[in-house]
């Protein structure tokens, strides 16, 4: 007796996606298709960039009509997901990585969407403090702090450029740690406990360094985010000036109506 399910690879798809759909389920075989394509893409079986091909190379490897496949990919495109090339076929584009406005680590909030980020340690030393950050610590002017530059990934690809100021007797800050975890988790495990931020979100024009490290265009347009977090006590224990992707990445806000 022959299965109901008809497994195939197109193509231009990496060798490890399977995609397979079930004729006898009530679920519109284009919907199935678009599911199994937008999880792949959510996992990371297909990464931005990716080929899938064209309709109909798609349509004949599937066994599925060209219409049922056509309307699973714009579907998708609609999303965003996946765009058409003339020439080249359908790819998968680079997706926001939407994050809520709230007292966490962009490592933490990476990690829970399951974007695998990871860490580069650019710069982490002790210097003076510039007059905003110790006036935002409350500490003297050029007072030694701890400064860390990092660059956050996601699959590879960098994300946001932070730059963190904590007070200098505040806590031991290892390379390795900082690259293995987010600063935030690396402080909750000395005993530090957060509870509460003042921040401001803007945008910029990237500088030259900055938008480099991005992997930008020069001038590019950047997300800005700037945070005095505090501990349990209220003293503040932290000062982040980061810039992100805005071609990558949103703040999300949630409104109330104030009664």
Same mark, same amino acid.
């Given at each position: 007796?022959?299965?109901?399910?008809?497994?195939?690879?197109?193509?231009?798809?990496?060798?490890?996606?399977?995609?397979?759909?079930?004729?006898?389920?009530?679920?519109?075989?284009?919907?199935?298709?678009?599911?199994?394509?937008?999880?792949?893409?959510?996992?990371?079986?297909?990464?931005?960039?990716?080929?899938?091909?064209?309709?109909?190379?798609?349509?004949?490897?599937?066994?599925?009509?060209?219409?049922?496949?056509?309307?699973?990919?714009?579907?998708?495109?609609?999303?965003?997901?996946?765009?058409?090339?003339?020439?080249?076929?359908?790819?998968?584009?680079?997706?926001?990585?939407?994050?809520?406005?709230?007292?966490?680590?962009?490592?933490?909030?990476?990690?829970?969407?399951?974007?695998?980020?990871?860490?580069?340690?650019? +710069?982490?030393?002790?210097?003076?403090?510039?007059?905003?950050?110790?006036?935002?610590?409350?500490?003297?002017?050029?007072?030694?702090?701890?400064?860390?530059?990092?660059?956050?990934?996601?699959?590879?690809?960098?994300?946001?450029? #932070?730059?963190?100021?904590?007070?200098?007797?505040?806590?031991?800050?290892?390379?390795?740690? #900082?690259?293995?975890?987010?600063?935030?988790? #690396?402080?909750?495990? +000395?005993?530090?406990?957060? +509870?509460?931020?003042?921040?401001?979100?803007?945008?910029?024009?990237?500088?030259?360094?900055?938008?480099?490290?991005?992997?930008?265009?020069?001038?590019?347009? #950047?997300?800005?985010?700037?945070?005095?977090?505090?501990?349990?006590?209220?003293?503040?224990?932290?000062?982040?000036?980061?810039?992100?992707?805005?071609?990558?990445?949103?703040?999300?806000?949630?409104?109330?109506?104030?009664?």
């Amino acid at each position: 007796m022959p299965s109901r399910y008809a497994p195939s690879v197109p193509k231009h798809e990496p060798a490890q996606l399977r995609l397979a759909v079930d004729r006898a389920s009530p679920v519109p075989l284009y919907f199935q298709l678009a599911r199994q394509l937008e999880a792949a893409i959510e996992d990371g079986a297909l990464t931005p960039g990716s080929l899938l091909g064209n309709e109909i190379e798609l349509a004949a490897s599937l066994g599925l009509s060209r219409p049922t496949v056509r309307q699973a990919i714009r579907s998708l495109v609609d999303k965003g997901l996946l765009v058409r090339r003339r020439g080249v076929g359908t790819q998968v584009v680079h997706t926001d990585v939407a994050r809520p406005l709230e007292l966490s680590s962009l490592y933490d909030d990476l990690a829970a969407a399951g974007l695998h980020p990871t860490t580069r340690v650019l +710069h982490n030393t002790r210097g003076p403090a510039p007059a905003e950050v110790a006036a935002a610590l409350g500490l003297p002017e050029s007072c030694q702090v701890s400064v860390v530059h990092r660059l956050r990934l996601t699959r590879g690809e960098p994300m946001a450029y #932070l730059c963190n100021y904590l007070p200098s007797d505040l806590l031991e800050l290892p390379t390795a740690e #900082l690259e293995s975890s987010g600063l935030y988790a #690396l402080m909750r495990r +000395h005993g530090i406990t957060l +509870h509460s931020a003042q921040q401001s979100v803007g945008a910029r024009s990237g500088s030259a360094e900055e938008c480099g490290l991005l992997g930008e265009p020069a001038g590019a347009a #950047l997300l800005t985010m700037r945070r005095i977090s505090y501990d349990d006590r209220g003293r503040p224990v932290e000062y982040g000036a980061h810039v992100y992707r805005a071609s990558r990445y949103t703040f999300e806000f949630r409104l109330l109506v104030r009664g």
